[in-house]
Nanobody, 120 residues
Framework: QVQVVESGGGLVQPGGSLRLSCAAS????????MGWYRQAPGKKRELVVH???????HYADSVKGRFTISRDNAKNTVYLQMDSLKPEDTAVYYC??????????????WGQGTQVTVSS
């Protein structure tokens, strides 16, 4: 079993920055892919950024140039640096980790989400 825990959300003014963290723990042989998603009130969950292991990140157009994904392999932790935040970035942010158990068996795990509110 794998546990995924996000942290770092909060209230920030427009133009400000936040860094979200996503720590994965448990039976992790290899991380296959990782991603951040968000869900605003009354809207569907949407992709923010996705990155396969060893690949390049793919960002949603709405966050390109403002958000940056990174990872610390030793800590099995994924980060999302969010700069120049806008009110429309307000949402619950979820981390998704794909764990590769070998033989093409990849299991996806979600965190519980962390609230990001951008408001003056």
């Amino acid at each position: 079993q794998v546990q995924v825990v996000e942290s770092g959300g909060g209230l920030v003014q427009p133009g400000g920055s936040l860094r979200l963290s996503c720590a994965a723990s448990g039976s992790i042989y290899r991380i296959n892919d990782m991603g951040w998603y968000r869900q605003a009130p009354g809207k569907k969950r949407e992709l923010v950024v996705h990155m396969a292991d060893g690949g390049s990140p793919h960002y949603a157009d709405s966050v390109k140039g403002r958000f940056t994904i990174s990872r610390d392999n030793a800590k099995n932790t994924v980060y999302l640096q969010m700069d120049s935040l806008k009110p429309e970035d307000t949402a619950v942010y979820y981390c998704n980790i794909g764990v590769d158990y070998g033989l093409a068996n990849v299991q996806q795990y979600w965190g519980q989400g962390t609230q990001v509110t951008v408001s003056s």
